[in-house]
T-cell receptor, first 112, second 111 residues
Framework: NAGVTQTPKFQVLKTGQSMTLQCAQD?????MYWYRQDPGMGLRLIYY???????DKGEVPNGYNVSRLNKREFSLRLESAAPSQTSVYFC???????????FGPGTRLTVT | QKEVEQNSGPLSVPEGAIASLNCTYS??????FFWYRQYSGKSPELIMF????GDKEDGRFTAQLNKASQYVSLLIRDSQPSDSATYLC???????????FGKGTTLSVSS
């Protein structure tokens, strides 16, 4: 079992470029999440998907879109990257929203 | 706004001592409580979860929950340098809502 996988591990974008971060889990979990982590700010929830076919905004959704492609996969899209989106992005999954979450290895994104 | 508060630290303890990490939360209806460990440059890793008032022990780790005081703590006995990391407290509030994470406490264990 790979658990939660994320691609890419590192990415550098120029302001205005777009990209999609991919996340997949093989634990048959219903719920999936996207967080960003910045120094001194802790983990901040961007979007989550409680179950296949649903998505909800978290604390910091502006500038991002998500797609729950199927039960396994949950992608995060930056349509027009900004330097303020430089961060480490973590995907996580859980059996349900009430349960413990398991994290992927993260994507380090730099926007210049 | 539901909040989870942790002292940022750093909390410094000598090897072999007990490290005590604390977390308070604002939502009195919170139901589940989680502790994660995050090494520098790595992703958060689940250590323990607790649902009921009292203590829950797992090896060198003990989670303590006091819902009346809205307080959850993590004790690490016989601290080791390998325990040096940031510890994140997470709280599950009302039904249907995602976990809320504190900003974490950095623990440094010196040999």
């Amino acid at each position: 079992n790979a658990g939660v996988t994320q691609t890419p591990k590192f990415q550098v974008l120029k302001t205005g470029q777009s990209m999609t971060l991919q996340c997949a889990q093989d634990m048959n979990h219903n719920s999936m999440y996207w967080y960003r982590q910045d120094p001194g700010m802790g983990l901040r929830l961007i979007y989550y998907s409680a179950s296949e076919g649903t998505t909800d905004k978290g604390e910091v959704p502006n500038g991002y879109n998500v797609s729950r492609l199927n039960k396994r996969e949950f992608s995060l899209r930056l349509e027009s990257a900004a330097p303020s989106q430089t961060s480490v992005y973590f995907c996580a999954s859980s059996e349900a929203v009430a349960y413990e979450q398991y994290f992927g290895p993260g994507t380090r994104l730099t926007v210049t | 706004q539901k909040e989870v508060e942790q002292n940022s630290g750093p909390l410094s303890v000598p090897e072999g001592a007990i490290a005590s990490l604390n977390c308070t939360y604002s939502d009195r209806g919170s139901q589940s409580f989680f502790w994660y460990r995050q090494y520098s440059g790595k992703s958060p890793e689940l250590i323990m979860f607790i649902y009921s008032n009292g203590d829950k022990e797992d090896g060198r780790f003990t989670a303590q929950l006091n819902k009346a005081s809205q307080y959850v703590s993590l004790l690490i006995r016989d601290s080791q340098p390998s325990d040096s990391a940031t510890y994140l407290c997470a709280v599950k509030g009302q039904a249907g809502t995602a976990l809320i994470f504190g900003k974490g406490t950095t623990l440094s264990v010196s040999s």
